[in-house]
């Protein structure tokens, strides 16, 4: 079991659609990142929240648009995603305010763009 | 040239056998993490070092800063182990980013 839970595990969409996709940790945690992940490669970061503020956005494309609604919550709203957008979205937490904080991983949520 | 460089890639085991992965970077860095990534997606982290050795159950990490070269020993390997084996590094001028290798595919066999 992850501390870190994401919702839901699998996605299929089409490319008209709008989703999103939910992050929660109960941890205290005050950074957030969003990552994606291609099968076989490393994560690649998109996004970091620190204390509910965007803090590192990765040039991402607009059709990504993240939002932390309070300390708990992370979400990645989807809308008019491309094929190539299919892959691992990863969410990880961590402390924020100590030096060299490991992140927590969650199990991810595997998205299907039709 | 990346600036996290991992081997072997692959590497496959007889179960029990004594397990390395190494880990290379060319920068300066602030922490190094060992994570743990099974076929099913999600990510453990085993270890977080800035300097020594750490040990937790059968895995041990190594770090020499001066050589910029970490080590992941898996001692009695099991098939359970199977996963992929990702060092990832904490840049001193980056903040909370980390800078992934890519990652070594560890198979063991029973």
Not at chain 2, 19 to 32: D, H, R
Request: charged share 20%; net charge positive.
């Amino acid at each position: 079991d992850t501390e870190v839970t994401q919702t839901p595990k699998h996605l299929v969409m089409g490319m008209t659609n709008k989703k999103s996709l939910k992050c929660e940790q109960h941890m205290g945690h005050r950074a957030m990142y969003w990552y994606k992940q291609k099968a076989k490669k490393p994560p690649e970061l998109m996004f970091v929240y620190s204390y509910e503020k965007l803090s590192i956005n990765e040039s991402v494309p607009s059709r990504f648009s993240p939002e932390c609604p309070n300390s708990s919550l992370l979400n990645l709203h989807l809308h008019a995603l491309q094929p190539e957008d299919s892959a691992l979205y990863l969410c990880a937490s961590s402390r924020l305010g100590l030096q060299n904080q490991p992140q927590h991983f969650g199990d991810g949520t595997r998205l299907s763009i039709l | 040239k990346n600036e996290v460089e991992q081997s072997p890639q692959n590497l496959t085991a007889q179960e029990g056998e004594f397990i390395t992965i190494n880990c290379s970077y060319s920068v300066g860095i602030s922490a190094l993490h060992w994570l743990q990534q099974h076929p099913g997606g999600g990510i453990v982290s085993l270890f977080m070092l800035s300097s020594g050795k750490k040990k937790h159950g059968r895995l041990i990490a190594t770090i020499n800063i001066q050589e910029k070269h970490s080590s992941l020993h898996i001692t009695a390997s099991h098939p359970r182990d199977s996963a992929v084996y990702i060092c990832a590094v904490r840049k001193e001028t980056s903040g909370s980013r980390l800078t992934f290798g890519e990652g070594t595919q560890l198979t063991v066999n029973p």
